[in-house]
C-alpha cells in the first residue's frame, strides 16, 4: 500500500479537525451500508443482556444510548448494559460461564481462550467490512466484530510542564524519555503517570510493543517455536528503563494505589508531565472543564529515536454467546451497532477511534493523533491475537507490577519467559 493512501485527510477550521479513518486503516474502502434498526430480527422480542467493558468514557448511559434506537424499532424488545463484577470482562465472563449464567452480548476485547464459546458470525458483507475482521479470525472463523480501530503507542503530556522543566520537544528516544522524567521531577512533577488496575501493563505494552514487533511481526510465533527469547528482546531493554523510572521517583511506587480513573484525574489536574495511553484518552481531554495546562501528543519513544509503528487493535467489538437462546435477535442487534451509520459515527467519535470510509468533526488533539498515525510506518498487535498464549495480557500485568515490589528487570523477564513455556498455546 503506497503511502498517499494512508494519508490522513485532516482539514483545520474553527478549532476543529475532520480525522480521517484512512489515518489508521492503512488503505481505503467505502462505508459498509448502512443498516436499518428494523432491518433484521422482525417480530424477535425478549430481553438482550450485553456484558459492557464500562470505562469513564463508555458508560452504562452510553451504551444505552447507542442501542435506543433499535429497541424503539422493535417492540418488546429491551436490553440491559451489565458492568464486570470481576477485574475486568474477561474475568467476569470466565465466572458467568462457569455458572451457567453467561451474558448475551458481549462487547469488549475478549482472550481467545473464549473464542470457542462465541457464535461465528456468518461470511457477509456487514461481517467482513469491519474493521480487522481478517486479523481476528480464529480457525477462519471471525467471532467478533469491531466498530473502529484504536490507535495506542501514544504518550500525552502536559505543555506547561514541559516548558518549566526545560524540555523544548517530545522525547523520540528512550534515553531522551528517560531524561525528561528527571526534568520534568526536579520541576516538582511527577514525570510518568501510571496506576495499578489493567493499566501498568497496558502502559508497558503500549511503549514496547512496537520494538517488539516493529521489525518481526511473527515474534509471537517464533517465541512459541523457541525460536525467541523475552530475555533477548526489546522487552528486556524496556524493563530496565522501567525499572530505573521506579527507583529514580520518576514514578512513584505507591501507583500501583491508583485506579485507572485516579490515573486520568492526576494528569487532567496538572500533576504529571506524561502519559502513556490510547486515543480514547482524547475524549477524557476533551470534556475535561478549565484545564490547567495544554495537552499535547507524541509517539512512544524508540530505543533508536526513530519514528516507530503504532500499537494499534479493535476498537468497541461485539461478539455473541453460542449459549444465548436468541442468536438471531443478537444477531440484527450486533448488525445494527457495527454498520447502521449514524451509530458507527457515534462510536468512533466517542473516543477519536477510525475506520475506513468514515470521517467525522473531531478535536485539535484528534487531528495530531491522526497526523501521527500517518506519518507512522505502520501498526503492529498487541498483547492478544493469534499466536499470543491465553492470559498473556493480564501475566505482563502482573509482572510489569512486580517491579514496585523488588523485582528486578532481569526477573521480571525471566519471569515472563518462564511463564510463556509453562503456558504456551498447542
Known sequence: MNRSAR???????????????LALAGCSSSASSSASPSSSGGGLTGNIRILANITPVLTKSYYEGLVAPFVQSHPGVTVTIESPSGKDVQSTL????????????????????????MTAFPDAPW?????????????????????????????????????????????KSLDEFTADLGKLQAAG??????AGEWVTGAQFAMMANPALLGGDSNWYTERNAKKATFANSPYATYLKAYAGWIASGAIPKNSLGEKYQDSIDNFLAGKSGMYVMGNWFDASVDSAKN???????????????????????????????????????????????????????????SEGNFRPGYSYPGSTLDGAVGQIVDSSPGTVGGTGGPGVNTGFGNQLDTIVQSLYTGKTADQATAALDSWWDANADQ
Not at 128 to 151: C, F, H, M, Y
Not at 317 to 327: G, H, R
Request: net charge neutral.
Open 94 to 117: 470466565q465466572q458467568e460461564l462457569v455458572s451457567g449464567s453467561a451474558p448475551d452480548i458481549v462487547a469488549s476485547n475478549l482472550d481467545l481462550v473464549v473464542a470457542p464459546q
Open 189 to 194: 512533577y511527577t514525570g510518568l503517570q501510571t
Open 127 to 171: 461481517v467482513t467490512q469491519t474493521p480487522l475482521s481478517d486479523a481476528t479470525k480464529v480457525g477462519g472463523k471471525i467471532w467478533q466484530v469491531a466498530t473502529g480501530e484504536q490507535n495506542q503507542s501514544l504518550v500525552y503530556y502536559n505543555k506547561t510542564a514541559f516548558q518549566k522543566a526545560g524540555i523544548a520537544d517530545p522525547p
Open 291 to 349: 484545564l490547567p495546562f495544554e495537552v499535547g501528543v507524541f509517539p512512544t519513544p524508540t530505543v533508536d529515536g526513530s519514528t516507530p509503528k503504532q500499537m494499534g487493535g479493535p476498537a468497541q467489538p461485539y461478539s455473541i454467546l453460542k449459549s444465548s437462546k436468541k442468536q438471531a435477535l443478537d444477531l440484527a442487534l450486533v448488525q445494527y451497532l457495527v454498520s447502521d451509520k449514524t451509530t458507527v459515527l457515534a462510536s468512533l467519535k
Open 7 to 21: 494519508t490522513a485527510n485532516i482539514a483545520v477550521a474553527a478549532g476543529l479537525v475532520a480525522v480521517s479513518a
